[in-house]
């Protein structure tokens, strides 16, 4: 099992940063891989970023340049850094962990509301 839970999520005008942080309890050693998703009002949710235990990470085109993804392993925690954020990067930003085995676990989630 795996807990996680997201903080730093709020409001802030567009062109502004927010930094997003997901605390890792639990079997985290067995941790492979960890995303980050949004899901804005009445859509799906979208992978944003991830990062693989080797630190190679990916990123959405849409937030490339803007986004980046980070991991303290001393603190137990994944980052998200916002920058230059945009009206559409308005979301709920969800914390996901893949295990070793292909299980996942997901965090509760955090409001981001980019006002234009």
């Known amino acids: 099992q795996v807990q996680l839970v997201e903080s730093g999520g709020g409001w802030v005008q567009a062109g502004g940063s927010l930094r997003l942080s997901c605390a890792m309890s639990g079997r985290i050693r067995n941790i492979a891989v960890m995303d980050w998703y949004r899901q804005a009002p009445g859509k799906q949710r979208d992978l944003v970023a991830t990062?693989?235990?080797?630190?190679?990470?990916n990123y959405a085109d849409s937030v490339k340049g803007r986004f980046t993804i980070s991991r303290d392993n001393a603190k137990n925690t994944l980052y998200l850094q916002m920058n230059s954020l945009k009206a559409e990067d308005t979301g709920v930003y969800y914390c996901?962990?893949?295990?070793?085995?292909?299980?996942?676990?997901w965090g509760q989630g955090t409001q981001v509301t980019v006002s234009s």
């Open positions: 990062i693989y235990n080797d630190d190679n990470t």
């Open positions: 996901k962990a893949m295990m070793a085995w292909g299980s996942d676990y």
